[in-house]
């Protein structure tokens, strides 16, 4: 089994990476993200993952899961889909 080093959970899980806009989270959608097990702290800004999940998701990266499905799964992509389209 290989040893996953930082760089390559920072590459999957980094919520901090520039975009082309940046996400603002609503106080009720910070709420609803804190309360999943996969999240460790959310402000309006950012989501910090929680370190199994982290590793949970760069193995199942290394396995051919897209980063997309691997968020959908873990219960946090929509949010970001949400508030990329519509503007907040």
């Known amino acids: 089994m290989s040893v ?3 760089s390559e959970v ?3 899980t980094d919520s901090k990476k520039p975009t082309t806009r ?6 009720q959608q910070i709420r609803q993200l804190e309360s999943n097990p996969n999240v460790l702290h959310v402000t309006e800004k950012s989501i910090t993952y929680a370190p199994s999940f982290k590793m949970a998701a760069v193995h199942a990266h290394k396995e051919g899961k897209m980063p997309q499905k691997i968020f ?4 946090t992509f929509p949010f970001i889909i949400q508030n990329d389209t519509n503007g907040h």
């Open 22 to 27: 940046r996400l603002r989270f609503a106080e």
């Open 72 to 75: 959908e799964e873990a219960g």
């Open 4 to 6: 996953t080093n930082k």
């Open 10 to 12: 920072d590459e999957i």
